[in-house]
């Protein structure tokens, strides 16, 4: 396959959990190992399978009742680091920031909240800060990393899975990139909206 990447660890971070299952049965199954926080750590454990914190990796807890949990060297340098570049390799060996080569993120879900009528304190929290930073850092680096950027492109990745394992071509990486950069645009083009009004 042209540029071939294999799949070895994945950072999940998503607010809708349906449909997650699947996946990760099927990432397991593969050799991948799961990286997470939070609520949806807690999640990927009930299915049965191990998950590292992301507190573990950072060696700092969630803070700001929750407003930074991913923000941090050693994930995005985990994310953003060239694995062909040398300096970016013994800066990853140095700092020990582990490679992660898939990021699978569902946002915190703004348009449904403004919708809903909430307040607009509850509506500034679902602003989502790490989640957005994650899809983008990924995509950025997809000769490298695989971005799932929402829930409605699990099924995708599933079918890549199924069909040559956890491995991913330079092309495949490059289609979910254009995606994750379509669904941050959206993300952000809402979020201007309601600030506009």
Known sequence: MAEAKKMKTAL???FHKDGLDD??????????KFLSTGGTQKFIEEQGYECQKVEEVTTYP???????K?????????ILGRRDNEGDRAQMAQYEIPEIDLVIVDLYPFEQTVASGASQADIIEKIDIGG???IRA????FN?????PSKAEYGELL???NKQGAETTLEQRRQLAAKAFGVSSHYDTAIHAWFAK
Do not use: C, M
């Open 159 to 161: 079918a890549i899975l």
């Open 23 to 32: 996946l990760l049965r099927k990432l397991h199954e593969e050799g991948v």
């Open 12 to 14: 999940i971070s998503v």
């Open 132 to 134: 957005i930073s994650l």
């Open 70 to 78: 991913t923000l941090h060297p050693k994930v995005f340098g985990g």
């Open 62 to 68: 969630s803070i700001l009742g929750g407003r930074v």
């Open 144 to 148: 490298d990393v695989v971005i799932v």
């Open 138 to 141: 990924a995509a950025k680096n």
